[in-house]
């Protein structure tokens, strides 16, 4: 079965770090651009980073450049965002994504001294 | 950045209804890089159509896409159950990738 698991997510306190974790089944993490996407709690939803599978260019959202970090491990078939110095409006819902069309369930993220 | 404007906010309508989203771009957006979603709540988004008009995987062909350039459509011909939902366009013409603010289809 051709799945995304998301894990990682959690309550932290602003300026804290996490990382987010996003295991592949059913096929590779390389094998395909992979995004993760954010939901705050009733909103809209908004791109937060990408990687592409060809030669690993790397976006960030403006909101996040210089916090967040994307990352693959293609041997553990794992995708992952390094978040650092979290602020309150980084409390989201965050989806990792293969393509367009393949997305995991999504990890919260909650912000909260 | 790319604005993509979705109309109208709310849309009530019964079950047999057709829908209309529009999703309009604040410059030209390439065909092949607009996309879109539907949410339902406490679910991840799940693609409907990619290129502007061709239907994912799985999709019923009640659902197309039309439109080029800064202005898009999705069409529902005949609302079921199931599609009352929130619907996102996308765009991945140029970074930083942007979806529009939703259209939210409730039940009249």
């Known amino acids: 079965e051709v799945q995304l698991v998301e894990s990682g997510g959690g309550l932290i306190q602003p300026g804290g770090s996490l990382r987010l974790s996003c295991a592949a089944s059913g096929f ?22 990408i990687i592409y599978n060809d030669d690993d260019t790397t976006y960030y959202a403006d909101s996040v450049k210089g916090r967040f970090s994307i990352s693959r491990d293609n041997s553990k078939n794992t995708l992952f965002l390094q978040m650092n110095s979290l602020r309150a409006e980084d409390t989201a819902v965050y ?4 393509g367009l069309d393949i997305w995991g369930q999504g ?7 | 950045e790319i604005v993509l ?32 979603y539907l ?4 679910q991840a988004p799940r693609l409907l159509i990619y290129g502007a008009s061709t239907r994912a995987t799985g999709i019923p062909d009640r659902f197309s896409g039309s439109g080029s350039g800064t202005d898009f459509t999705l069409t529902i011909s ?8 929130v619907y996102y366009c996308q765009q991945r013409s140029e970074w930083p990738l942007t979806f529009g603010g ?3 289809v409730e039940i009249k």
Do not use: I
């Not at chain 1, 990890?107 to 001294?113: A, E, F, G, K, N």
């Not at chain 2, 949410?39 to 406490?42: H, L, S, T, V």
């Open chain 1, 28 to 49: 590779t993490v390389s094998s395909n651009f992979m995004t993760w996407v954010r939901q705050a709690p009733g909103k809209g939803l908004e791109w937060v980073s």
């Open chain 1, 95 to 98: 989806y990792c994504a293969s």
């Open chain 1, 107 to 113: 990890t919260m993220v909650t912000l909260s001294s």
């Open chain 2, 102 to 104: 939703g259209t939210k």
């Open chain 2, 39 to 42: 949410q339902k709540p406490g």
């Open chain 2, 78 to 85: 005949s609302l079921e159950p199931e599609d009352f939902a």
């Open chain 2, 5 to 36: 404007t979705q109309s109208p906010g709310t849309l009530s309508l019964s079950p047999g209804e057709r829908a209309t989203l529009s999703c309009r771009a604040s410059q030209s957006v390439f065909r092949s890089q607009l996309a879109w």
